[in-house]
């Protein structure tokens, strides 16, 4: 058993956790979404503040939360890339300084890999070899989990991450940020079939699409279209905001489910773990796991409260590290921008 202290500050919620294994003894999180608001997105310098502000009350209140001592704790970690550079530099200080003060070990963790640990969290029983479907705001991949630490992407998205196109379709239509929540809510009460809108497949230079990779820059176009369209019919207050919401969801939904289905039954897998902000969304849940069970497929979501950013799921990609002896140096940096493919550059 391992019990790890994780940190995680990449973008802009705050958060500390105390996990054993794939068991949460405590998590804290303090979202910042309030505070970006207003800007319509994350300001990084804004974040890193904050960060700063709330981080050491949150490590209290984990070890507080978790009744444990220091001397139950086998290693501190934090998320240490990809991210923005000065909120993850936040968590990996906090995260080394305790590492040094109480002499144990320290493990930098990938943030994708933490999304892809959060199945654990509600799976104890869950083993690789599985698809992963990571949908979040800055990332949509299919990565085939093969062990720990050792993944292989095959799809992703060409432009526009998921969650991003829900931000962004939701600015456009004045729902403020972050899009997914509104816009989930707003497509249960409207009609998914009010407009057909393009579903973005990456052509081949051989022919043919692509079976894995997606893009939706081009929905997102097609959304703009037909709110213009509209406008110049109707009053802008009474645009059909829902019949708009469920069709762009539907759409996206459908997109994502076609291509994870692909994927595992061509790489022979039998289950689907979904991760990410995005995975919260309703119409994924119940479409993609619909269909997974049509053709004998495993679909599992994370607990609400582990899709989106959280410290429990870096914990529990920590603690499997650290039970096959993989721990950082004590110079690792933070890296805005790191492939999943080189998660094993973090260890020593
Ligand atoms: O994983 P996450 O918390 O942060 C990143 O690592 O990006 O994901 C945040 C993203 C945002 O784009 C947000 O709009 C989206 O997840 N999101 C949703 C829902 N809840 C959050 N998208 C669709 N439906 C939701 N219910
Ligand atoms: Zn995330």
Redesign the pocket.
Known sequence: MATILAIET????TAVAIVRDRHVCSSVITSQIDTHRPYGGVVPEVASRQHLEIINWEIDQAVEQAELGWDSIDGVAATCAP?LVGALLVGLTAAKSLAVVHQKPFLGVH??EG?IYASYLSEPELQPPFLSLL?????TSLIHVKSCGVYESIGETRDD???????KV?RLLNLG?????V???LAAMGNPQAYPLPEGRVSLPTGGYHPYDASFSGLKTAVLRLVQKLEQTEEKNSLPIADIAASF?DTIVRALTKRAIAAALDLGLDTIAV??????????RQHLTATGNQHNLRVLFPP?KF????AAMIGCAAADHFHHGHVSDLKLGVNSRLSLARVMDLYV
């Open positions: 990449s973008c802009d919620e991210g943030h994708l999304h949908v979040s705001g800055g990332h991450a998921a969650g991003e196109a829900f931000d939701a940020y972050p899009g997914g929540p816009i989930d809510k969801q991760g990410g902000g995005v995975a919260a969304n309703r119409g994924l609400l899709c989106t950013d959280n």
